[in-house]
T-cell receptor, first 114, second 115 residues
Framework: AQKVTQAQTEISVVEKEDVTLDCVYE???????LFWYKQPPSGELVFLIR??????QNEISGRYSWNFQKSTSSFNFTITASQVVDSAVYFC???????????FGKGTRLHILP | GAVVSQHPSRVICKSGTSVKIECRSL??????MFWYRQFPKQSLMLMAT?????????EQGVEKDKFLINHASLTLSTLTVTSAHPEDSSFYIC???????????FGPGTRLLVL
């Protein structure tokens, strides 16, 4: 069975603090893809990153960074120097290579306080 | 990146009526489109997978006679909520997948409110 767990339901931090959003996944597939999406209040999903199961390199994009660890089945997302505009719901998701379906975690609601 | 649109963005209807939501891939041909439903403060749940020219595949627990999906062309899929009831009120999101490309592109969503 495939599953994505985002244990943090809601997080509040003060602006400029760093914050890490956790994501743990379960899959029996050897080939799979992991994603992070941002959903601001408008509702539209914003694609942030895709990582395939064979690429464990960590990635940095501006203030965003991702830590993929197959040994712990985790794909954590860190925002450094957070800003109010980062306030949103963030979803971690998993897609296998067989049927293209994406399974979403329950999301983490992030509040950045001014 | 590729662009997916949805129409309408918001719809309010009376209980018992049917509502059609369109999902279009604007700058690419989408072999596969997906329909999701998201209740307030919850995650996205896949409802069905739609392949051009064939019948949609519905997830367990989704009534195919209530949520009619048509994928008549490589750029358009429609979801019709038939005989809508207040419990069908939700945020409906479609996504489209490029052939041989791993990323799904999501539409902006349609908020449905059934009175």
């Amino acid at each position: 069975a495939q599953k994505v767990t985002q244990a943090q339901t809601e997080i509040s931090v003060v602006e400029k603090e760093d914050v890490t959003l956790d994501c743990v996944y379960e899959t029996r597939d050897t080939t799979y893809y992991l994603f992070w999406y941002k959903q601001p209040p408008s509702g539209e999903l914003v694609f942030l990153i895709r990582r395939n199961s064979f690429d464990e390199q960590n990635e940095i994009s501006g203030r965003y960074s991702w830590n993929f660890q197959k040994s712990t089945s985790s794909f954590n997302f860190t925002i450094t120097a957070s800003q109010v505009v980062d306030s949103a719901v963030y979803f971690c998701a998993l897609r296998n290579n067989r049927d293209d379906k994406i399974i979403f975690g329950k999301g983490t609601r992030l509040h950045i306080l001014p | 990146g590729a662009v997916v649109s949805q129409h309408p963005s918001r719809v309010i209807c009376k209980s018992g009526t049917s509502v059609k939501i369109e999902c279009r891939s604007l700058d690419f041909q989408a072999t596969t489109m997906f329909w999701y439903r998201q209740f307030p403060k919850q995650s996205l749940m896949l409802m069905a997978t739609s392949n051009e020219g064939s019948k949609a595949t519905y997830e367990q627990g989704v009534e195919k006679d209530k949520f009619l999906i048509n994928h008549a062309s490589l750029t358009l899929s429609t979801l019709t909520v038939t005989s809508a009831h207040p419990e069908d009120s939700s945020f409906y999101i479609c996504s489209a997948s490029l052939n041989y490309v791993e990323t799904q592109y999501f539409g902006p969503g349609t908020r449905l409110l059934v009175l």
